[in-house]
Structures are given as structure tokens and as C-alpha cells.
């Protein structure tokens, strides 16, 4: 069973900078895609930033510019380095993994870890 640990959350003042760490029990590299999402109060649960196995990656339009989605396939980790944070982007942050095999796709979620902007 594959298992995602986040870190990295907390309290930080706008135009901070936090860097989120997903880590996971096996390789990542068996992972077609590796994502962040977020989830503030009240919202439905939104994609933040994607990373394919071969490396390109997406950005929700919100946080272009200000957030880069890694990977170390070495360390079993993905991170998300956040810059320039406002309140708005506080919010639990989510950990996801998807994969493939024979067939069939297998989705992994891990338990959120809380970043909060506010001064």
C-alpha cells in the first residue's frame, strides 16, 4: 500500500515563503503524475501544480509565477515551493499521486498538511 506524507505547512506572513514536502513509501517513479491540491474552508477541493514522470509541468493559473512543483526521484519526494503567498492561498494542502497498472489507474491521497497566510 502505497503511502504519501506531507510536511512542510504552517503559519507564514503574506509575501512568505514555504516549501511543502510529499513523501512517498516507494518509488515515485511509478507514478505517471504527482500533484498538489489544496482545499480552503467552505471550497471545493482545486488543483495547484502537477508533475509528469518525464518532468513537464502544470500550474493552476492563481499561483503561476508564484509556486514551482519538483520532484527528487531519488528521495521518494515532491515538493512544492511556494513564494510571494497572499491569504488566499491558505488552505489544507493535499498530496496525490496517480498510477497505472495493467490497466489500471490507482489514485493516492495523502492527509493534508495546513498552510495558513495571515499577519
Known amino acids: 500500500q502505497v503511502q504519501l506524507v506531507e510536511s512542510g505547512g504552517g503559519l507564514v506572513q503574506p509575501g512568505g515563503s514555504l516549501r511543502l514536502s510529499c513523501a512517498a513509501s516507494g518509488s515515485i517513479f511509478s507514478f505517471h503524475t504527482m500533484a498538489w491540491y489544496r482545499q480552503a474552508p467552505g471550497k471545493q477541493r482545486e488543483l495547484v501544480a502537477t508533475?509528469?514522470?518525464?518532468?513537464?509541468?502544470t500550474y493552476a493559473d492563481s499561483v503561476k509565477g508564484r509556486f514551482t512543483i519538483s520532484r527528487d526521484n531519488a528521495k521518494n519526494t515532491v515538493y512544492l515551493q511556494m513564494n510571494s503567498l497572499k491569504p488566499e492561498d491558505t488552505a489544507v494542502y493535499y498530496c496525490y499521486a496517480g498510477e497505472s497498472r495493467i490497466g489500471v489507474m490507482y489514485d493516492y491521497w495523502g492527509q493534508g498538511t495546513q498552510v495558513t497566510v495571515s499577519s
Open positions: 508533475i509528469a514522470r518525464g518532468g513537464p509541468t
